[in-house]
């Protein structure tokens, strides 16, 4: 009984390996000249295997339709997706943050390691062949593949979405599912960097912020805030914390709300332990202009920066700043505002945001509710999470379930 794969991705090719293992007849058919495209890019070339935290904080962390992967998760947890790859020689580490990587810092040993895994199942793998056209009557019959017909008792979708074009995630699968009935949401950026209309953040480019805190403002209401790490870019911002919120920023921008970030850049002082500290340094630096009076608070790119939004001049002397300087000087510490113009484009986003309904999959055994035999896995379904593994971790959940129930319908 034949199963066929599309897609040599994560998600792709862990279900062709738990397919195999359990007894189908598999191939593979993969557009790019090898596997695994992508997922070498991932974690800057490092691949961000998965997240060490439990089933339910991943599922937090997944606020693309998260709670679909319920049974996904538990059944191939993030301990499991470990276990699988120490058990195929990849030794693994924890790092910040519970992300797990590769001892070696090498995606390409992933890479590695599941092809030698799936060349140990005798899955049929074939390379530089884009699948043309899904066969199906309600029921699945087959692919065509350079205009010629393979028969399947089961496919397995998992094509990606459309980030990272130049991987091959150009959207295919989306028109798949599209002329096989699917519902497809829509299609947008997520984990992206953003635009800003700010001029001054072309003269930070380059500067990374650590321990601040960012909110998020969609026409003038807070809709969310996170800690941590962010990055000054010419176009704008970008960094961890940055393509985190990028997912809800990218739908408030299609809506046409005003958006704003706020950066804390002292979320551990209150506003008067601030003043203290700022007074501190006055006094220290008290016979200096104030541009010179901030090197011990602040990055030295940031300092003209934060002065100007105060409305002080920069070449004004300590002892001739008055108490409402000090105060406007607090507030933009407190909250340096940026407007958001556009996120960067999808090609260069880490993920994709929408997809193929969720609510027209089995979320136990990831088959279609609409074509038998059809399973659907990974980016082309609408289900996206946060940086740290977490999409990783779906990905592997996904194709194991497919995987398994695949090779079980069929045998």
């Keep these: 009984m034949k199963i066929i794969v ?24 993969e557009k790019n000249n090898r596997l695994g495209r992508k997922l070498s890019i991932t974690g800057k070339g490092r691949c961000n295997l998965t997240n060490a935290a439990d089933t339910a904080e991943i599922i937090k962390n997944i606020p693309g339709n998260g709670k679909f992967l319920n049974s996904a998760l538990n059944n191939f947890t993030a301990n499991d997706t470990v276990n ?7 030794r693994t580490k924890i790092e910040r943050g519970n992300r797990i990587f590769p001892e070696s810092d090498n995606a390409a040993e992933v890479i590695d390691v599941l092809n030698k895994k799936l060349a140990a199942l005798n899955v049929d793998v074939k390379l530089n ?10 029921k699945i019959r087959g692919v065509e593949v350079g205009g010629k017909f393979f028969d399947a008792d089961a496919v397995i979708l998992a094509t990606g979405g459309k980030s990272y074009p130049a991987t091959g995630s150009t959207g295919d699968g989306f028109i798949f599912a599209k002329k096989l009935g699917h519902t497809v949401t829509e299609i947008l950026p997520a984990l992206v960097p953003l635009e800003t209309e700010e001029d001054f953040v072309q003269t930070l480019q380059g500067l990374s912020l650590r321990n601040v805190r960012v909110t998020l403002l969609a026409d003038n209401k807070r809709v969310n805030e996170i800690f941590g790490e962010m990055l000054f870019t010419h176009f704008g ?64 790119k940031l300092i003209p920066v934060v002065i100007d939004l105060a409305f002080i001049d920069e070449n004004k002397k300590i002892d001739a700043i008055t108490k409402d300087e000090r105060r406007r000087l607090i507030e933009i510490l407190r909250g340096l505002p940026l407007t958001v113009t556009a996120t960067r484009p999808i090609d260069e986003a880490i ?61």
């Design 129 to 138: 062949a884009p699948v043309e056209n899904i066969i199906a009557d309600k």
């Design 6 to 29: 599309i897609g040599g991705g994560p998600a792709g090719m862990m279900a062709a390996i738990r397919a195999a293992e359990f007894g189908a007849e598999v191939t593979l058919f």
């Design 237 to 300: 911002v970008s960094g961890p914390i940055i393509l985190t919120l990028s997912r809800q920023v990218a739908k408030f921008l299609r809506e046409s709300a005003f958006v704003e970030l706020l950066i804390n850049l002292k979320p551990a002082l209150t506003p008067e332990q601030l003043d203290t500290r700022i007074l501190r340094d006055f006094e220290k630096f008290k016979h200096k202009n104030i541009k010179n009076a901030l090197i011990e608070l602040l990055p030295n």
């Design 351 to 411: 993920v994709t945001a929408g997809g193929v309904s969720v609510k027209e999959i089995n979320p136990r055994t990831m088959e279609s509710k609409i074509i038998s035999g059809l399973f659907i896995v990974g980016e082309v379904v609408d289900v996206d999470g946060n940086t740290g593994g977490f999409n990783l971790q779906a990905a592997w959940a996904m194709g194991n379930a497919a995987g398994i129930f695949a090779a079980q319908k069929i045998l």
């Design 84 to 90: 699988f790859f120490e058990s195929l020689g990849l």
